[in-house]
């Protein structure tokens, strides 16, 4: 009776820590979902739900935490893309995380809040996110990267460009079709009306064309696009990359003949299998040496 009484309290203590955030698991630490903001942000505003009833769906910053089983030390924040108007949160963030905790990366998926022309919103929200996750020692995060895709591309652009201290600059950058321009004719008018509002001075223009921002302090990106993009032209890139150039930062672009706009990580792309083993390669080369 003492031996089965033993074996119960054991086994209760084992799913009690299996329960914890961030405990270890069955195969590892739990993925958890986290308010990034869970005061409140200090740059909160009101929806115009009446007029916007989408809004509400963005009001809070949440954090999707994915830890990988084999953890290699990095840390990749997913921005999806979406105009900076809703959130393309599966092709462009969640269906990519178990190819990245493979590879030992933890995965987190940014559902940032919709600015509604508050410019600073989104920006805050990333570089929270990160902050948070430099903390996550029992995770064992040393390096974070962000990856954005389209407008999360921008914001993912704007968080290696706009940062303020050690805590909020990526280490890596990974672009898939990116914003990267406010400037006419290149740029996609959704995402600059989204961040923006209407009637943006040529002030915020010049400050959120990310390829003007570019230091030789900007880390290392790989840059991912499609010829015939119809959304959002091949010059964001390739403004961005010759940037890069310029400033003699670290930069790999991979441009495909076809793809258009919008094929995350979906299994239909025809040059899926290409740019994902380009991708593992930089990994290699850059981020992980």
């Not at 999806?80 to 462009?92: A, D, F, I, K, N």
């Not at 390739?238 to 793809?259: D, W």
């Not at 919008?262 to 792309?269: E, L, M, R, T």
Request: with cysteine; charged share 20%.
């Amino acid at each position: 009776m003492k031996k089965i009484a033993l074996m119960l309290a054991l086994a209760a203590l084992s799913l009690t820590a299996f329960a914890q955030p961030g405990g270890p698991g069955f195969w590892g630490p739990r993925q958890e979902t986290i308010k990034v903001w869970p005061d409140g942000a200090p740059n909160a505003f009101t929806y115009d739900v009446a007029n916007d009833p989408q809004g509400e769906n963005y009001q809070e910053a949440i954090l999707e935490i994915y830890p990988a089983r084999n953890p290699n030390g990095r840390c990749i924040i997913i921005c999806p893309g979406g105009g900076y108007s809703v959130l393309s949160m599966t092709h462009e963030g969640r269906d990519i995380r178990t190819w990245l905790n493979a590879r030992g990366f933890t995965c987190c998926l940014l559902q940032y809040r919709m600015p509604r022309g508050h410019h600073d919103v989104p920006l805050s929200d990333v570089q929270q996110a990160m902050r948070i996750m430099r903390g996550r020692t029992d995770l064992g995060v040393t390096h974070i990267g962000v990856m954005g895709f389209s407008a999360g591309g921008h914001l993912a652009s704007t968080a290696s460009t706009h940062f303020v201290d050690a805590a909020t600059r990526p280490d890596f950058q990974i672009l898939v079709y990116p914003v990267i321009t406010f400037e006419k004719p290149y740029t996609h008018d959704g995402s600059v009306f989204g961040l923006l509002g209407d009637n943006p001075s040529q002030e915020m223009l010049d400050l959120y064309s990310n390829q003007k921002q570019v230091t030789a302090d900007t880390p290392p990106a790989f840059i991912l696009a499609a010829t015939d993009d119809f959304l959002v032209p091949i010059k964001n890139s390739l403004l961005y990359y010759e940037a890069l150039v310029e400033n003699k930062v670290s930069a790999t672009m991979h441009i495909y003949p076809s793809g258009g706009h919008g094929f995350g990580w979906g299994d239909n792309y025809i040059y899926k299998t290409e740019w994902s083993e380009e991708l593992e390669k930089w990994f290699d080369t850059v981020v992980l040496k």
